[in-house]
């Protein structure tokens, strides 16, 4: 069984940075690529940004882009959403997911403060 354990959130104000971490169990990690989505209130879940499983290229949503790092640890064992520059408008629960899967987290939530 899978699982993806999402990390680091909180309340910051406007201009400041998070950085989650999205752990799984195993060294599932080390054969997929790695995707943030987002779901703000009354919203679609969006996507953020995703990472491959070499770790070496990477793609981002436009609204994060300049603003977002997602990157990977050696071991294959924890995927991180480094969040500078945040505005109110990045409120929202973030979770990790393997694209094209049904295995998600449990979501953590981040709020941004104007």
């Known amino acids: 069984q899978v699982q993806l354990v999402e990390s680091g959130g909180g309340l910051v104000q406007a201009g400041g940075s998070l950085r989650l971490s999205c752990a799984a169990s195993?060294?599932?990690?080390?054969?997929?690529?790695v995707a943030w989505f987002r779901q703000a209130p009354g919203k679609e879940r969006e996507f953020v940004a995703t990472?491959?499983?070499?770790?070496?290229?990477?793609n981002y949503a436009d609204s994060v882009k300049g603003r977002f790092t997602v990157s990977r640890d050696s071991g294959n064992t924890t995927v991180y959403l480094q969040m500078n520059s945040l505005q109110p408008e990045d409120t929202a629960i973030y979770y990790c997911?393997?694209?094209?899967?049904?295995?998600w987290g449990q979501g953590t939530q981040v709020t941004v403060s104007s």
């Open positions: 990472i491959n499983r070499n770790g070496d290229s990477t």
């Open positions: 997911t393997i694209p094209g899967s049904s295995y």
């Open positions: 195993g060294r599932i990690f080390t054969y997929y690529p």
